[in-house]
DNA sequence: GTCTATAGGGCGATAGAC
DNA sequence: GTCTATCGCCCTATAGAC
């Protein structure tokens, strides 16, 4: 998200009201979605039943948030700074364990993993331009952070060298993503074994020296 | 699908209509609905939307599918058949070459990605059991399929043996899955190229011979 | 600025005419 | 077997109360 050249604030948060109140209610809207979507998932997510939950009118809603897909997509924004600076992601040397820590967050509330999951698929909708515009985002970021520890490790040695950065980047993050929703369909799937046969790609093995790169 | 124990009629198709007349009329209307999908995405799949482009009325529709749920599922079933017995599948030793056939086809038909993709977040939600019943038996099935694939080469040798086949399958799905759902997105994602990348899992190394299994 | 009340248009689904 | 008519729900938009 802040891959992006865009300021902290330069949100759609400062387009409702000025600034004392309007913000700090729409976040205490915003704080108050997440718990429904977490708890419920995204069951009955008209927005008539996420207001209710709250405890305002669906009007009340579209003061503060232009629409529902706005809404929604806030909530996963939301979502994901909360964990911003957890574990993991200050070790910039982890790359799978990244993801795996990543899943095993999602794991405790599957109404994110579910919501997530549903927008993703409608982004690609026509008149979804800001869903769609948020997961490119996301996942370009998602990317060039994978690249870039990546390549630090290709050249400490710690992953193999003749691993191309880009679609290996992309391939965690693609495995990530479809072992949530296995998982959600059938909790025998193990996402963290699943995930840890990556690292068998990222090692380097002795007959294939970190050098040389065909 | 046929891995499920269930006769080739025992269908929603048998439900509509007696026989003669009733089956014809929707496996037609089946076909014309691949088409749409497959050119337009989901972009309108309201009952209506589909219904005029086929050329008949909402409510006809419904005579032949009992709900719209179950009309995009039979819609996912019909183009899935439609590739059985494709190149790959035939050879019983490709593992990641299954998936990359398969994602291989689905670029061309980006609406079926979409639709795949929608129907699988949404078979979460409560309600919506027959396709949530489909989805879990879809990847069940795959991931039998894979398993004996893998334990096959873990047998001649042509595969690591200290990789656990469970885990491995739902891996290889998961990317699979996922890396169309960012190409979808982002053209320049090239799921074939980070595929490949899971055969470095697969390959025995020198150090790593396929006997002994800890 | 904040919110309630209300209206427009589309949806899935059903009932009943032909 | 296919249609029209209708129901209840949805998202969105807006007018105006406080």
Do not use: C
């Not at 891959?3 to 809207?29: F, L, N, T």
């Not at 709250?54 to 929604?72: D, K, T």
């Not at 964990?83 to 982890?94: I, Q």
């Not at 820590?101 to 993993?113: C, E, K, L, S, T």
């Amino acid at each position: 998200m802040t891959a992006a050249p865009e300021q902290p604030g330069d949100d759609v948060a400062a387009r409702a009201g000025s600034y004392p109140k309007g913000v700090a209610r729409r976040q205490e809207i915003l704080a108050r979605a997440i718990e429904v979507f977490a708890a419920k998932g995204l069951e009955g997510t008209s927005l008539r039943a996420i207001a209710e939950a709250i405890g305002v009118s669906h009007a009340a809603l579209l003061h503060y948030f232009p629409s529902r897909e706005v809404l929604l997509i806030e909530v996963l924004k939301a979502n994901e700074t909360r964990f911003r600076g957890d574990d993991a992601d200050r070790d910039p040397t982890e790359i799978v364990g990244m993801m795996t820590n990543a899943a095993h967050r999602n794991v405790g509330i599957p109404g994110m993993i579910s919501l997530y999951s549903s927008m993703l698929a409608g982004s690609i909708e026509d008149g979804k331009e800001y869903s769609r515009e948020y997961f490119s985002q996301r996942f370009e970021r998602l990317r060039a952070k994978l690249v870039s520890r990546i390549e630090e490790g290709q050249s400490s040695g710690t992953v193999r060298a003749d691993l191309e950065p880009e679609a290996l980047a992309a391939l965690v993050i693609a495995a990530s993503d479809g072992l949530q929703v296995q998982w959600l369909l059938d909790a025998r799937v193990d996402i963290a074994r699943s995930l840890e046969l990556l690292d068998v790609i990222l090692a380097p093995s002795s007959e294939n020296p970190t050098t040389e790169n065909s």
